[in-house]
């Protein structure tokens, strides 16, 4: 693992979807807290980010050690009046460093930046990882204002897909350790892959997510954005590619990845709803409308939103209501899930 002080912001903005895009995201907002991740599983895109090309000894984790500067920028975002979602976990595994930086910083991340969110009852804070590195968050008194949230999956997906990463039943016990300490838990059942076993593989990993109430779970299932170019990366890095022989050479309606088959896809995801405990929200994840109509879904919040009335919602609303009335910008005459 690296050392390097941050030269950029540690908050960013996503950079969202385009303006004519059908994409349903938003410009959520994002801590970087560490580059690369140690974990090495075959979809990640992050072996595609030219930063990490050029630099391939930072894919595998570079720690920041201005923890001074990323507390007064996390400070200052606090002050922000508007209600607001922060995302530890786009560009990295979120929680996988938090040894690291107690070694580096003298104090775990999860140490530095939870009582700062703890202390206000405005924004949120969420964790996304595949980490069961929980001992220090677990030193703290648990706060609604941070949600943990794991990536999980099939087990042999896990054990096929997912090399260095704890089994998802590992990931799904520190999940269940967290909610008994009463900490608010999300799960991701992302990437969904239609291998020959699916049905059982994801109808027990749904029961463990049924048996832990987590607040949403939010569906994915592989994608990316070239189509030979994750797989020629994977097998450049030593990662198992045949993961890719489930993507099909035709990208979604808006042109942004390459998916598995549109049709298994929606089978997929409603097998999932289909037996999701009805307390438990959905979610979907930078998906096409085409496939929220196929579904019959509405936008209710994501991962890196406060909900459907987060600001930046009501932000992208307002923009395609400007968009109907002028006839230019997003997506003219064809409304959003947000908004159908
Ligand atoms: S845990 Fe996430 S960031 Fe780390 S290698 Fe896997 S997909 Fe990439």
């Known amino acids: 693992m690296k050392l390097a002080e941050r030269g950029s912001n540690f908050i960013r903005q996503f950079g969202g979807p385009g303006e004519d895009s059908q994409i349903v995201c938003f410009k959520f907002w994002q801590l970087v807290v560490a580059g690369g991740c140690p974990y090495r599983c075959a979809y990640c895109f992050l072996q595609t980010v030219p930063w990490f090309r050029f630099r391939p000894d930072e894919l595998y984790g570079l720690v920041y050690t201005n923890v001074e500067e990323m507390v007064a920028e996390i400070t200052h975002w ?4 508007i209600p607001k979602m922060m995302i530890v976990g786009e560009l990295q595994d979120g929680l996988i460093f938090d040894s690291a930086y107690k070694k580096t910083s003298g104090e775990p991340l999860t140490h530095r930046v939870i009582p700062l969110f703890a202390a206000q009852k405005r924004h949120r804070l969420i964790f996304l990882t595949k ?19 794991w990536s999980v999956n099939a087990e042999e997906i896990g054990a096929k897909w997912e090399h260095g990463t704890p089994l998802p039943s590992e990931r799904f016990a520190a999940a ?5 300490a009463g900490w608010p838990v999300r799960f991701r059942l992302d990437p969904m892959i239609p291998y020959a076993d699916w049905k059982r593989g994801y109808a027990e990993a749904i029961k463990k997510i049924n048996a832990l109430l987590p607040e949403m779970v939010t569906l994915g299932a592989l994608r990316a954005t070239s189509y030979n170019g994750l797989r020629n990366a994977a097998k450049a890095n030593g990662r198992d590619e045949t993961i890719f022989d489930y993507l099909t050479e035709t990208k979604d309606p808006s042109g942004f990845k390459y998916r598995i088959p549109f049709d ?8 999932a709803v289909d037996r999701l405990k009805s307390s438990i929200k959905p979610a979907l994840c930078k998906e096409d409308r085409a496939l929220w109509k196929a579904l019959g879904m509405k936008f209710d919040g994501c991962h890196c939103l406060l909900g459907r009335n987060d600001a930046i919602v009501k932000k992208r609303n307002t923009e395609m209501e400007h968009a109907r009335e002028t006839g230019h910008g997003i997506g003219i005459g064809k409304p959003l899930p947000v908004l159908a």
């Open 78 to 81: 606090l002050d922000d009046p």
């Open 131 to 149: 980490s069961t590195q929980i001992q220090h968050a677990l030193e703290l008194a648990p706060t609604p204002q941070v949600v943990f949230s």
């Open 176 to 180: 269940e350790k967290m909610k008994k």
């Open 264 to 271: 298994t896809q929606v089978e997929m995801f409603r097998f």
